[in-house]
């Protein structure tokens, strides 16, 4: 394992590397840093959780000249959930660098506020390239001084449909420019944008040693279409599931309508369900999110896109209600289980119609994967599966200069819950989230209706 200390980076790099508990870098990090720093085009294939974002993050800061007042790096994601985790990634290695301004623009979010922003140009932007696109043809963002772009989980981009809108965007900033290009998988259309964004890239592929791979135990089970919701039920409450299926579970949908007609029946069974997908408005998407990642909900079921900016360290089952319509979708289904060294269990229905697509997905796996008949029983009526924690919505954030000290400092003195009844807190700029456990959910909404936040009232009200 390689130390940090042995690359050329700015001590302020370093003492944040430190403070963040960072001693040896990732095989990503060790590929890719080197000929990073040296200035080189980088194309990496790289999954979620292998510390790529630390990877770029430490390259485009170690470029910034903090004292010239001009757009220097520019990173594209697919989704603003991931643009959120990028953007506080890079905040906490940027910590020692005084001065330097980064700024996150996303659609789904109104353009005053960020226009107002840009009036003084950033170091560092993070966004979609939807949202990027829009600035930059307005002329409130100012494309000249780039040094560094990224394209972050480029292949979701292009699923997406943003091939158009990255073309554009490298056609309007600084034409010599470093491209550090990150993709799970490397197919066709990749290597084809590659091509046209980068000058002689230097590839990096990391394959985890055997002895880091997750402990995921994958089963394929044969059922008829006819019994796909009864069997998902089944699953998700069947002692033959073990302990992941009474935890949480992230269940994949191919069609945004299949997601919104799943999460309703297992709601109407008692399953504390939501679903996400690309036509819900950004607001009920964050709060999707931000429950199913604070133990407020027990299932989330998803499309493959939209479940991109979700970010669980322990999610112990993922069910594929629908096989994935290819091999690399598939294999970033089952990594969404099984990571931090948990042990994960991902579950695939196959009706008879479905049994090529798993044949070409074990084929290209070269592996073989279990099959076994799934001996659907009836329903026994309502199952009652309460998530163990409740969301509390605070209208009020950044823009307030509220921190989540504010609310836990609330939350434990007046309304005198203990802090181990208090769970995750998010703050937005202009709302927070903050999960309590369940059975306390409704003493703390009123202790804090009738109370007091930082020495003020807010608005307080319960999800779900």
């Not at 001009?70 to 603003?80: H, Y």
């Amino acid at each position: 394992m390689t130390s940090f200390a042995s690359l050329p980076l700015k001590p302020a790099l370093l003492a944040s590397l430190d403070t963040l508990g960072y001693a040896a870098m990732t095989p990503v990090q060790e590929q890719s840093l080197p000929p990073m720093l040296a200035g080189r085009d980088v194309i990496a294939q790289a999954q979620t959780g292998s510390g790529k974002t630390a990877a770029f993050g430490l390259s485009l800061l170690q470029s910034i000249d903090a004292d010239t007042i001009r757009l220097q790096a520019l990173v594209l994601c697919p989704t603003r959930e991931l643009a959120d985790q990028v953007s506080k990634a890079i905040r906490k290695l940027a910590a020692n660098i005084p001065n330097v301004k980064l700024l996150t623009l996303c659609g789904g979010m109104p353009l005053g506020p960020q226009l107002a922003s840009l009036t003084h140009d950033p170091h560092i932007v993070v966004g979609t390239p939807g949202r990027v696109q829009e600035h930059l043809k307005r002329g409130s963002l100012h494309g000249g001084g780039i040094k560094v772009l990224v394209l972050d989980e480029a292949d979701r981009m292009l699923d997406m449909g943003f091939s158009e809108a990255i073309d554009d965007i490298v056609g309007r900033i600084a034409k010599h420019h470093q491209t550090l290009l990150f993709s799970a998988t490397y197919p066709d259309e990749i290597r084809a944008v590659s091509a046209r964004v980068q000058r002689d890239p230097v590839e990096v592929t990391v394959d985890a040693p055997v002895t880091q791979r997750p402990s995921i135990e994958q089963r394929f089970l044969l059922v008829e279409l006819a019994q796909k919701l009864d069997a998902l039920a089944q699953l998700l409450t069947n002692e033959r599931a073990g302990p992941a299926a009474r935890a949480q579970a992230l269940v994949f949908c191919n069609m945004r309508k299949d997601v919104d007609a799943v999460a309703q029946e297992l709601d109407r069974r008692g399953f504390s369900a939501l679903a996400l997908h690309g036509d819900m408005e950004q607001r009920d998407r964050d709060e999707v999110l931000v429950r199913f990642a604070n133990r407020s909900c027990a299932v989330l079921v998803a499309t493959d896109v939209a479940a991109r900016g979700l970010d669980i360290a322990a999610l112990p089952l993922v069910v594929s209600f629908d096989i994935a319509h290819d091999p690399d979708t598939h294999t970033h289904r089952i990594g969404r289980t099984g990571r931090a060294g948990e042990s994960g269990l991902a579950l695939t229905l196959v009706t008879p119609r479905e049994g090529p697509k798993a044949d070409n997905i074990e084929q290209v796996l070269g592996t073989p994967l279990r099959r076994e008949v799934l001996k659907v029983q009836p329903p026994r009526g309502k199952t009652l599966q309460l998530a163990p924690m409740k969301t509390l919505v605070i209208d009020a954030g950044r823009q307030d200069k509220l921190r989540p000290g504010d609310i836990l400092g609330a939350l434990t003195g007046d309304a005198g819950l203990q802090a181990g009844d208090i769970g995750k807190i998010d703050v937005f700029a202009t709302r927070a989230y903050v999960a309590i456990s369940r059975e306390l959910a409704n003493k703390a909404l009123e202790r804090l209706r009738a109370g007091r936040i930082k020495g003020r009232n807010f608005r307080v009200r319960a999800l779900g």
